[in-house]
Nanobody
Framework: QVQLMESGGGLVQAGDSLRLSCAAS????????IAWFRQVPGKARDFVAA????????FLTNNVKGRFTISRDNAENTVYLQMNNLKFEDTAVYYC????????????????????WGQGTQVTVSS
């Protein structure tokens, strides 16, 4: 069992930075792959980034590459999403999710690959 809690969202201006945190409890966190998804009202959740259990493999969607970075600290049971040069279109509720299988692959973009989800944190970017 893994319980996830996101934090770090807020209201920022275009060009600003935010760091989201996904804090986890549960013994399987350090062996789980963790992903960030985001969702705007009326639309499906979109994949943003994923990191494998060790932190050695990451995968980001094309429209955040070069601006976002995903990392993890297994000693702190936390995964981070560093978001730089934020754009209006980054506005969404951001969710973290855990896949106990631990690996990152092309399938990591799919919601159903993840067993555990957090409640989300709102990121609003004003233009």
């Amino acid at each position: 069992q893994v319980q996830l809690m996101e934090s770090g969202g807020g209201l920022v201006q275009a060009g600003d930075s935010l760091r989201l945190s996904c804090a986890a409890s549960g013994r399987t966190f350090s062996s789980s792959a963790i992903a960030w998804f985001r969702q705007v009202p009326g639309k499906a959740r979109d994949f943003v980034a994923a990191i494998d259990w060790s932190g050695s493999t990451t995968f980001l969607t094309n429209n955040v590459k070069g601006r976002f970075t995903i990392s993890r600290d297994n000693a702190e049971n936390t995964v981070y999403l560093q978001m730089n040069n934020l754009k209006f279109e980054d506005t969404a509720v951001y969710y973290c999710a855990a896949d106990p299988r631990g690996v990152v692959s092309g399938a990591s973009v799919l919601e159903y690959e993840y067993t555990y989800w957090g409640q989300g944190t709102q990121v609003t970017v004003s233009s």
